[in-house]
């Protein structure tokens, strides 16, 4: 069973910056997608970036482009976002995902059957 563990999360003030991470185990799968979600109360989960496993341009909501960087680390096992300029809106649950193979969708919730608990992210104004 793949495990994911985030951690990273915070309170700042808007302008302020944040890195997440998410500590990855257990992946058999060769080829497939990581990604963060974020679930603000009473408000679907969305996807916020996604990277594939084996490179390649990631991919970014567009609220989040130009501020928020998602990277990944193969020999730490780790997907990183490094958040940026943060605003209010950014206030949400963020969650780490893992797809189990190769998906035509990398910014959508059913995309992804592997997941993080959460880690709390908010945003002050």
């Known amino acids: 069973q793949v495990q994911l563990v985030e951690s990273g999360g915070g309170s700042v003030q808007a302008g302020g910056s944040l890195r997440l991470s998410c500590a990855v185990s257990?992946?058999?799968?060769?080829?497939?997608?990581m990604a963060w979600f974020r679930q603000a109360p009473g408000k679907e989960r969305s996807g916020v970036a996604a990277?594939?496993?084996?490179?390649?341009?990631?991919y970014y909501a567009d609220s989040v482009k130009g501020r928020f960087t998602i990277s990944r680390d193969n020999a730490e096992n780790t997907l990183y976002l490094q958040m940026n300029s943060l605003k209010p809106e950014d206030t949400a649950m963020y969650y780490c995902?893992?797809?189990?193979?190769?998906?035509?969708?990398?910014?959508?919730?059913?995309?992804?059957?592997?997941w993080g608990q959460g880690t709390q992210v908010t945003v002050s104004s």
């Open positions: 995902a893992a797809s189990s193979g190769l998906i035509s969708f990398p910014l959508i919730v059913r995309s992804y059957n592997h």
């Open positions: 990277i594939y496993s084996g490179g390649g341009r990631p």
């Open positions: 257990r992946v058999t799968s060769s080829s497939y997608y």
